[in-house]
């Protein structure tokens, strides 16, 4: 681990003993679902250390940190377990949206609430019908894109449409930031708008929890509006804005999952060390045997590139980087950072031979929450068209 300046050490090390002492005794033993009470008992944990808030500016109640240490956090906490970090990401994030387009009424309405941990968010964007990756299409018309609609009536938006099973927190947040269009005649990109919808509306209800195959300690269900009623001050920014506000806010959204997953790698190159020292073949530690030493080298590389990878990103966040760079460096993070905890996971596996793939034992649940990190957010393929969009001819 690289020196870092003593409040972020205090930061990492505080979240460290959190992610040790309350978040691992918490979790199921046999790697199935956290219950909706532990999750908010955890949650209050976080809070006690400010992190739902801790990327809100301190005149709503946050902590006003930066995206470096929204990296330490997620890192830690991923370390540990995944499927939480990923949930509280959301929560830490989704704001952006709000910070970016609200207006000072609706910041202070819902920024302190969220600072504190007592509002949870969910994301509610993608459809059961429409494929997560038509967000990049860039053909102009209105042929693709969300199918919910939010038809304004006086005062009202009215909601209806469905949100995807991957929706995470839904069942157990507070409150849903949900995109749907409000014209039909016109590209989603300028015709989706972004509103609050706060848990226990009329209309607004949630399937059963899905079953993935990583991330199981998070809440991922689908969302369903009948005809939701919301006043037109619950919409966030202008009609048509939300797919732009989406792409100002996804960033942060970003290198906290990137985070969580080099957290990830570094759980499983933290067991496999364990493991090759103290499994004997031939009469030596397994570590000794220079094929194995090998692999532990790789997963070593790995897991630091990935972190540097991550940090470089967040520090071009904070310091407010130059836009096309920022396009190649976050999106490289987040894949960069699955793409070494699948890599890592999969050494961890092997080296613990049928250890390796035995529920309980810990390297093939890291297995399957790195995978789950493919599609999380968007896909390895989406993420580097966009690279490629963005990297200059010359
Ligand atoms: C754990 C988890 C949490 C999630 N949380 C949320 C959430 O909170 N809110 C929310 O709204 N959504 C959430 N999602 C959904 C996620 O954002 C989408 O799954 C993701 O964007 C991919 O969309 P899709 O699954 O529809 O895949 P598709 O878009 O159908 O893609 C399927 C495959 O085709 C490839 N593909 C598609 N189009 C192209 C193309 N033009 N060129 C090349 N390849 C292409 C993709 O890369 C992928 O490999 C979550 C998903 C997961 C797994």
Redesign the pocket.
Same mark, same amino acid.
């Given at each position: 681990m690289t020196r870092m300046a003593p409040e972020r050490q205090a930061l990492r090390e505080a979240v460290a003993a959190f992610a040790r002492n309350r978040l691992a005794p918490a979790l199921p033993l046999d790697d199935g679902e956290l219950s909706s009470e532990a999750n908010r008992d955890l949650l209050k944990g976080a809070a006690e250390l400010g992190l739902p808030g801790l990327l809100i500016p301190e005149e709503y109640g946050g902590g006003g940190g930066t995206q470096l240490d929204n990296a330490i956090v997620a890192e830690e906490l991923g370390a540990v377990d995944a499927g939480f970090a990923?949930g509280l990401n959301?929560t830490m994030t989704v704001p952006g949206l709000i910070l970016a387009a609200g207006t000072p009424e609706q910041k202070e309405r819902w920024l302190p609430g969220i600072a504190v941990g007592e509002t949870v968010l !969910?994301? !509610?964007?993608?459809e059961p019908s429409?494929?997560?990756? =038509?967000?990049?299409?860039p053909r102009p018309g209105p042929e693709s894109g969300y199918r919910t609609r939010a038809v304004r009536e006086g005062d009202e938006y009215v909601i209806s449409g469905a949100?995807?099973q991957?929706?995470?927190? !839904?069942g157990v947040a507070d409150a849903y930031v949900t995109f749907a269009r409000t014209a039909t005649d016109r590209a989603g990109v300028e015709s989706t708008s972004a509103f609050w919808v706060p848990a226990g509306t009329a209309g607004l209800s949630c399937g059963p929890r899905s079953r993935?195959l990583?991330?199981r300690t998070?809440f991922?269900a689908e969302v369903f509006f009948d005809e939701v009623r919301v006043p037109a001050s619950s919409r966030i920014g202008s009609e048509g804005e939300a797919l732009r506000l989406l792409m100002s806010t996804t960033p942060g959204m970003a290198v906290g999952l990137a985070a969580t997953f080099v957290g990830v790698a570094r759980a499983a190159e933290d067991l496999a060390r364990a493991h090759t020292a103290s499994r004997h073949s031939w009469g030596r530690p397994l570590r000794e045997h220079q094929a194995v030493a090998l692999d532990l080298a790789e997963m070593a590389v790995t897991v630091r590139t990935a972190r540097l990878l991550v940090h470089e990103a967040a520090t071009a966040l904070d310091g407010g980087g130059d836009p096309s760079e920022l396009a190649v460096l976050v999106p490289a993070a987040k894949t960069r950072a699955v793409d070494a905890a699948i890599q890592c996971a999969q050494t961890a596996v092997r080296l613990h031979g049928a250890t390796g793939v035995t529920t309980g034992a810990g390297p093939e649940k890291l297995l399957r929450d790195a995978w789950?990190?493919?599609?999380?957010?968007?896909?390895? =393929?989406?993420l580097h068209?966009g690279i490629a969009a963005a990297l200059p001819a010359v």
């Open positions: 990923a959301l !969910a994301g !509610a964007m993608n429409v494929a997560g990756s =038509e967000l990049f299409d949100k995807a991957w929706v995470t927190n !839904a993935l990583g991330l998070g991922h789950t990190g493919y599609p999380c957010d968007f896909t390895r =393929e989406m068209l």
